[in-house]
C-alpha cells in the first residue's frame, strides 16, 4: 500500500462513546497532520506532529486526544463527541515540518458522525 | 494572518469548455500559494503550487494558475475541461512553518 490511507472510512458514534481514528504514511515523511473539513467551511488544521512529537494544538477541545506513536502513525482519540463534531477528518504528512514549501499529502479522510 | 476566499462556491461548464476558478488571498510577504483538488470521497491531491520565479505555474491533469500581485489573486484554469475534472477545488496559502490556510472551496460540475 502507498501513500496516507485513513481508517476507518466511516464512524458512527455517540455522544458517550470512545473512538479512535488512525493514520498510516508509507512515504517515509517526518511531519504528520490532523484536519477537520467540516460542510461549507475551509479546512481546518488541528494538530502537527513532528518526529512524534506535537507541535501544534491549534486550539482543539480537549475531547480530541492525537497521538504518534512513530513517524509512520498518527491516532485521534474521540471522546465524549458532541454533534458538531460530525465532519471529515483528514489525515495528511510532508517530508519535513516547519516548511510550507513541503508538498502535504492528504489520506482519504474518515466521516464522523456523531448522534 | 493569512486568509483566501475563492467567491465561487459552485460553478458548472460543459464538457470541453475552458473553466476558471478565482482565488483571492490576503498576506502581507510574498505568499506560497497552492491549488488542491478533491474528488469525492477521496483526500485532497496537489495540482499545482507557487513558491517564486514564473508566475505562470503549470500543474497536473492540464491546469495552471497564474499569480497576480496587483490583484492577490492565483485563479486556476484549464483550457477543456473533461467530465473527470469535476470535484472540490481548494485554493490555499502558506506563511512558513506549517501554518497554510484553505479556501472553503469551489464545486466543479461538468455537463456533458
Redesign the interface.
Known amino acids: 500500500e502507498t501513500g496516507?490511507t485513513?481508517t476507518p472510512?466511516h464512524l458512527v458514534m455517540g455522544m458517550t462513546n470512545k473512538k479512535s481514528l488512525k493514520c498510516e504514511q508509507h512515504l517515509g515523511h517526518n511531519?504528520m497532520?490532523w484536519y477537520k473539513q467540516s460542510a461549507?467551511?475551509?479546512?481546518e488544521?488541528m494538530f502537527?506532529y513532528s518526529l512524534e512529537e506535537r507541535?501544534?494544538n491549534n486550539s482543539v477541545p480537549s475531547r480530541f486526544s492525537p497521538e504518534c506513536p512513530n513517524s509512520s502513525h498518527l491516532f485521534l482519540h474521540l471522546h465524549t463527541l458532541q454533534p458538531e463534531d460530525s465532519a471529515l477528518y483528514?489525515c495528511?504528512s510532508?517530508q519535513r515540518?516547519?516548511?510550507?514549501?513541503d508538498?502535504?499529502?492528504?489520506?482519504?479522510?474518515t466521516r464522523l458522525t456523531v448522534l | 494572518a493569512q486568509s483566501v476566499t475563492q467567491p465561487d462556491i459552485h460553478i458548472t461548464v460543459s464538457e470541453g469548455a475552458s473553466l476558471e476558478l478565482r482565488c483571492n488571498y490576503s498576506y502581507g510577504a510574498t505568499p506560497y500559494l497552492f491549488w488542491y483538488v478533491q474528488s469525492p470521497g477521496q483526500g485532497l491531491q496537489l495540482l499545482l503550487k507557487y513558491f517564486s520565479g514564473d508566475t505562470l505555474v503549470q500543474g497536473i491533469k492540464g491546469f495552471e494558475a497564474e499569480f497576480k500581485r496587483s490583484q492577490s489573486s492565483f485563479n486556476l484554469r484549464k483550457p477543456s475541461v473533461h467530465w473527470s475534472d469535476a470535484a472540490e477545488y481548494f485554493c490555499a496559502v502558506g506563511a512558513g512553518n506549517n501554518d497554510m490556510r484553505f479556501g472553503a472551496g469551489t464545486r466543479l460540475t461538468v455537463k456533458p
Open positions: 496516507v485513513q472510512r511531519a497532520y461549507k467551511k475551509p479546512l488544521l502537527v507541535v501544534e483528514l495528511a510532508s515540518l516547519a516548511s510550507v514549501t508538498t502535504q499529502y492528504f489520506g482519504p479522510g
